[in-house]
């Protein structure tokens, strides 16, 4: 969640993973994905910053979790998987419990 300011001074706080789009015009307008509209006075660059500090808290949290059951080094390498490398053939495809060192 991350909060905003409404145009009337107003904070509210969005579950920024409904944000679709965003735009200036002048103001910032939010588009969320189930196409209701809100103006914001944060600035698109602002609202981005935000939303990528809170995920990167989500991720920091998960982190620590996962490595108190040891799992830290898993999710590192399912993460460090180029997925624009996709295998050609099904046969290429590893089985899911068999993890890439």
């Known amino acids: ?3 905003l300011t409404r ?5 509210m706080v969005l579950n920024s993973d409904l944000i679709k789009t965003a735009e ?5 307008m939010l588009t969320l994905i189930n196409g209701e509209k809100l103006i914001v006075r944060e600035a698109i660059d602002e609202v ?4 990528l500090a ?6 920091a949290v998960v982190a620590k979790r996962l490595h108190r059951f040891g799992d830290l080094e898993r999710v590192a390498a399912l993460a460090s998987l180029n997925v624009e490398e996709q295998p050609e053939t099904p046969a290429e495809i590893e089985p899911a419990g068999n993890l890439r060192q």
Request: proline share 4%.
């Open 7 to 11: 145009l009337n001074g107003r904070s």
């Open 48 to 51: 981005e910053e935000k939303v």
């Open 54 to 59: 809170y995920r990167a808290r989500l991720l």
């Open 1 to 3: 969640m991350i909060e």
């Open 24 to 28: 200036a015009s002048p103001d910032t």
